[in-house]
DNA sequence: CGGGAGATTGAGCATTTTCAATCGGTGTGG
DNA sequence: CCACACCGATTGAAAATGCTCAATCTCCCG
């Protein structure tokens, strides 16, 4: 494998299309290649521009004092991240697998990055009520069926056949997305493997068997209405 | 006890002060009144304006087809809410008390909306982080220490004195807000009192003792460093 | 072939939930 | 004015989901 000795300067062939948010075109600024686990910006890091994903894999955390880890969002091929987001030295930005990115400064289109914005506040309103209120179970599907409409391969299999994707979290950065363990999510990724919903040999490559009740079992699984409030 | 048959438009006195967010002071839109419990718009709802919240207390929320419910923010006055936040209709807005709100429509000040965009996804993740990674007395400890921020009466006692507040939420809202039971949110609050950290009779009003034991109890108690993650 | 990192699996445990009973304040009707 | 009903809060005991600890397995790589 590659050994990039971290953050490059690089400038790399055009990136495969994705399905992202649009840009105007004159905003295409440096871009940077970050090897996988390292560090693109640190959660008491000041100063830092916006960036665009163009390949790869990023996860934004915050870490408590005492050593706690929390995952607040994965980004995929497309999406903007960086400080404007968070002006109050709120959360570090990692690169979970080789990631190109590209820096955008501070001059970026208004509506475009409102629209960042919000995609931002509503993916964590999501996390929210998922960390909140979901079962293992429930957690884990919501996040294969989430990581797979982010990466699936635009490769071949055009439509309606058993999308395929890369897994660029381990288990380690599931549990901390999700408020498990590794052991939890293990036992909940092999229970969907048995119950014919995923499939994986390899514990990186999923396949995604039944979309449908993948996303039934990220819901809520069977709609059994639970008790309390008026 | 006051019987307002709900959304009653009302010209009602000038708030008090309160530490907000700044506006132009053009903005002065249409006023209503909620009473307890009441649904300022839907989760479902489309085309709602920006609001501001000149007194009371709110809860924005999103429930899950089954009725499982999560508390995402709980908005004290000055700050801003509405639909913007969420294009896609993604959370509804509660009244938790008598509330006091103002329409700006949508025309307000870009800069003002993206601060309070901004504030917002700092809670969302800080909620986040508390969801997934705090115990059940950490949470309730930030709870308290957030609605002490928020609520604080700036009656008398100008400083340095057992802040009291109004906690406007139920220990429903208190479970729904921060991912537990009535019953868990009940036995950590008489913790804390029993541990003379805050203090009330009266189960609504509620008297910081110990702000900094507070504040710690909230972070994580003593910094014993956790295990795992390299 | 040996070492290491991540994943899987089992067993026991703990925090939190669930279930259930009781308390306390408040509003209503007799 | 008091009895009753109701709603929210509290408290105890039992149950459970997910965690901790520990062993083993599978790759990957040198």
Redesign the pocket.
Known sequence: ?LDISMPVEAALALPPNFAGLPFSPSFVGRRRLFSPRTTIYDQDETAVPIYRLVDGCVALTHSLRDGRRQILDIIGPGRLFGLVFHEDNHCGAQALTFSQVESLGRTVDQGILDQALVLMLNRAHSLATLLGRK???ERVSSAVFDLAQQFKRASRNPQRGAPTFNLHL???DLGDWL??????V??C??QLKRDKVIDF???EIVRVLDTDRLQAMAAGGRGEVRKRR?
Chains 1, 2 share one sequence.
């Open positions: 494998m079962t293992a179970m381990t288990r380690a408020g498990l363990t590794i052991e939890t293990s036992r990724l092999n040999s390899h514990p008026a």
